[in-house]
């Protein structure tokens, strides 16, 4: 089991644009085989910070996963949305 914890940091007038690209990001990977859980969160005292976390069976389907035409091509758009780099964490299970 593979866990990512994706944050972004959006631009306070891009939030909308970036919740519409990352809905269709979210409806298409959650129907892709090996995707567990794929959630979008929202923290509560800074809206700007949006947090995907995700849950793949394998590290195997996670890279299928990265080169998905849906996330190659909708990934680059919300880059563009956001104040600073994202911090990515690909994680295992220890405990």
């Known amino acids: 089991m593979v866990k990512v914890i994706a944050k972004f940091f959006v631009k306070a007038d891009k939030i909308e644009e970036f919740l519409k690209l ?25 809206k700007q910070t949006l947090i995907m976390v995700e849950e793949w069976e394998s590290a195997e ?13 909708i990934i680059p758009k919300i880059g563009v949305l956001a104040d600073k780099k994202e911090e990515i964490s690909v994680c295992k299970v220890v405990l």
């Open 61 to 73: 389907v996670l890279n299928k996963h990265m080169s998905s035409a849906h996330f190659t091509s």
């Open 22 to 46: 990352a809905n269709e990001l979210v409806e298409k990977t959650r129907n892709e085989e090996g995707c567990v859980n794929y959630n979008l969160l929202q923290d509560v005292k800074n």
